[in-house]
């Protein structure tokens, strides 16, 4: 039963809303706003990029906290961007071009490394340890080394991230497998399963040669990846090898064999990776399901629930920020520094971050419980 | 008055207690939209979760607060490169 009369209503009404305002002075009183100004930078887009030297738009605030629209030009000669739009503000800012997606992988990495580069392989009893990843290895050769494939028609490194295991529980037995990006071992798209062969050490790192005693293993199956805009969720492929041609753990002066437990990030979790072009670095999670666009010699590819790692290194008592990763660690798997526990598989970066598919991802992707197939990394346990 | 009270309404139906993910959700979608992003993710600070972004310019950083700002959700603004598989 109503019983308030409708001036009481109204009266409360208008209490409750400057009551409201008090609480709530920018929340959803800004909500309008902004959409307006959405509306109006989504309506005027076409024309602000017709104007020569205009690089991006976007919506920000102005000092006197008022939503306007954003125009950024090339230099202070550009002329012609409007002043107002829909009764929207526009703020020109000289920004210079924004940088373009370096794609060029044999751009990368620099070094041609030499075949034989520091001599042997690790695990020789009294002989010195060649922990230089560009270089080759013995067979078994350990992970976190150069890598490459045979279909690019160009030269090219990457790293080998780990050695799986496809353990079948109905008859118990083993498969192996090298683990990658698909950039790495499947050209982005281009290999062709069970035909493309994978190289240690890389043709980048051994003169630009393919050479038949390099071959580690066969390019057995990939995550393709999407350039259309649709959501990625890894850059992996995997290639069938043995025991005999691909180890399970690192150089031996690196850190070893990584658990076969893996471990979801968290932000501030401590990991490591030893990768072909920086070798052993140590960084922290720093932000988890990340969407993100990154640039590959195809085009740009959106990928979501990615890992955000910012590499450090101890200066005395403390950490600095330093480089985790760069061209040619591609494919390196991360662990934490507590445990080895893999944590994700690295893929791209710029100057300041790498982003990683997260480890389980990549495991639940070339698993297929269905059949009794379980993908795990493999530690070297019996 | 009318629009006084459903100005109201609309206020306070915003604000109404939307679950933390599903604002969070709301200001990455936002957030992905504006130019220079260059990615978006969870991270948090003092043990309490915060939206990060990854901008190219400093230049759209008080855009993402602005976004924040009407969901109530916290942000963290970062300058960053394009990225690029490695």
């Not at chain 1, 300041?352 to 795990?376: E, H, K, Q, W």
Request: hydrophobic share 40%.
């Amino acid at each position: 039963m109503n019983v308030i009369p409708s001036s009481l209503k109204q009266l409360l009404a208008l209490f409750l809303f400057l009551f409201a305002q008090t609480l709530f002075p920018s929340g959803a009183a800004a909500q309008a706003p902004y959409a307006k100004v959405l509306k109006a930078k989504r309506g005027a887009q076409g024309k602000l990029f017709k104007i020569p030297g205009v690089v991006a738009s976007g919506i920000s605030l102005s000092s006197t906290g008022q939503a306007e629209i954003k125009v950024f030009v090339e230099n202070d000669r550009v002329r012609g961007v409007p002043q107002v739009v829909d009764g929207i503000r526009v703020r020109q800012v000289v920004s210079g071009k924004f940088t373009a997606y370096q794609n060029r992988k044999q751009a990368k990495g620099g070094n041609k490394g030499k075949p034989g580069d520091g001599g042997g392989d690790d695990g020789g009893g009294g002989e010195t340890v060649n922990d230089n990843p560009r270089t080759r290895f013995e067979r078994a050769v350990p992970i976190g080394v150069s890598i490459g494939a045979t279909s690019p028609n160009y030269c090219f490194a990457g790293t080998l991230g780990c050695r799986l295991r496809l353990f079948n529980l109905n008859t118990g037995t083993s498969t192996y497998f090298i683990l990658s990006n698909n950039h790495v071992i499947a050209d982005e798209n281009r290999a062709v399963p069970d035909v493309d062969l994978v190289l240690q050490p890389g043709s980048l790192d051994n003169n630009c040669e393919l050479r038949a005693e390099d071959i580690i293993g066969t390019l057995h199956d990939y995550e393709p990846i999407q350039f259309n805009g649709a959501p990625n969720t890894i850059d992996a492929a995997i290639a069938i090898t043995t025991t005999a041609q691909t180890g399970f753990a690192t150089p031996s002066t690196i850190y070893g064999a990584p658990s076969s437990t893996s471990q979801a990030a968290a932000v501030g979790l401590s990991v490591k990776k030893f990768g072909r072009t920086t070798g052993l670095t140590e960084g922290v999670v720093d932000a988890i399901n990340v969407d993100v666009n990154v640039g590959y010699d195809r085009g740009s590819a959106f990928f979501t629930d990615q890992i955000i790692i910012e590499g450090r290194r101890r200066r005395g008592r403390k950490y600095v920020t330093a480089s985790f990763s760069d061209g040619g660690d591609s494919g390196s798997l991360i662990v934490s520094s507590e445990g080895n526990n893999p944590v994700g598989l690295l893929f791209a970066g710029n100057s300041s971050y790498t982003i990683a598919n997260p480890i389980d991802a990549v495991l639940d992707r070339f698993s297929d419980a269905a059949a009794g197939n379980i993908m795990v990394v493999d530690d070297g346990s019996p | 008055m009318p629009l006084l009270v459903t100005s109201w309404w609309l206020m306070m139906a915003a604000h109404e207690a939307e679950p933390f993910e599903d604002r969070c959700q709301q200001v990455r979608q936002l957030i992905w939209k504006m130019s220079g992003v260059q990615a978006v993710g969870m991270a948090e600070s003092g043990g309490q979760p915060l939206v990060k972004v990854y901008f190219e310019s400093r230049e759209s950083l008080e855009a993402a607060n602005l976004a924040a700002r009407i969901q109530g959700v916290r942000v963290e603004t970062v300058v960053s490169d394009a990225f690029r598989a490695n």
